[in-house]
Nanobody, 124 residues
Framework: QVQLVESGGGLAQAGGSLRLSCAASGRTFTFYTMGWFRQAPGKEREFVAA????????YYSASVKGRFTISRANAKNTVALQMNTLKPEDTAVYYC?????????????????WGQGTQVTVSS
């Protein structure tokens, strides 16, 4: 079992920045690829970014590439999502996820563990 707790959500203006953090506990953090997903009202949960076990390789959705950066600190069992140049369409609940999957995995169903989510709202 892995427990994931997100933090750092909130309200930002378009063009601004927010940083999300996810703290993991339970089984060995370095077993897992870590991902960030988001779900806007009335929409399906979608992939945002993922990072491999070592923290070297990353993968992004086209909609956030160049604006968002995923990173992890294995010594602290944390993964972060730095979000810059925010847009109103980035408004969603953001979820941290863990899975024994390749870091290029974008399918929600392939991740095993999920946090409770944190709300990000971007005003225009």
């Amino acid at each position: 079992q892995v427990q994931l707790v997100e933090s750092g959500g909130g309200l930002a203006q378009a063009g601004g920045s927010l940083r999300l953090s996810c703290a993991a506990s339970g089984r060995t953090f370095t077993f897992y690829t870590m991902g960030w997903f988001r779900q806007a009202p009335g929409k399906e949960r979608e992939f945002v970014a993922a990072i491999d076990k070592s923290g070297i390789s990353t993968y992004y959705s086209a909609s956030v590439k160049g604006r968002f950066t995923i990173s992890r600190a294995n010594a602290k069992n944390t993964v972060a999502l730095q979000m810059n140049t925010l847009k109103p369409e980035d408004t969603a609940v953001y979820y941290c996820a863990a899975g024994v999957v390749p870091f290029t995995t974008a399918e929600t169903r392939k991740y095993d563990y999920w946090g409770q989510g944190t709300q990000v709202t971007v005003s225009s």
